[in-house]
């Protein structure tokens, strides 16, 4: 059976959800927490396995929407003070004082 080739508005957008998704994954790795790494890591992979049959470029241009809003909100999410469960890599040089 043949591959689907793929018109250039749906290679643009299979490219722009692959950027995405590499995005969503750059933004967890500084997480050191294991645990919480994994189930992110599983919660991204679930979220555009649950999508990756949809046909209708409307439609992922609305789940791409969507998708970069909750990575801004993860990225905030991830950037707070070690108070809110994650914690983040720090170097010594970011650190006011540091010597």
Same mark, same amino acid.
């Given at each position: 059976?043949?591959?689907? #080739?793929?018109?250039?508005?749906? /290679?643009?957008?299979?490219? *722009?959800?692959? &950027?995405?998704?590499? &995005? /969503?994954?750059? #933004? =967890?790795?500084?997480?050191? &927490? ?7 890591? *599983?919660?991204?992979? *679930?979220? /555009? ?10 439609? =992922?241009?609305?789940?791409?929407? @969507?998708? @970069? ?5 993860? *990225? =905030?999410? =991830? ?8 914690? @983040? ?11």
């Amino acid at each position: 059976m043949a591959k689907e #080739t793929l018109s250039l508005s749906r /290679f643009i957008l299979r490219s *722009q959800v692959m &950027d995405l998704y590499r &995005d /969503f994954l750059r #933004t =967890i790795s500084p997480i050191h &927490d294991v645990k919480s790494k994994n189930e992110l890591r *599983q919660w991204i992979r *679930q979220d /555009f396995q649950l999508n990756k049959n949809i046909q209708d470029e409307e439609a =992922i241009k609305m789940h791409l929407s @969507r998708g @970069r809003l909750a990575l801004r909100e993860l *990225q =905030i999410s =991830i950037s707070m003070p070690s108070s809110s469960g994650f914690k @983040r890599s720090v170097n010594n040089k970011d650190l006011p004082n540091a010597e």
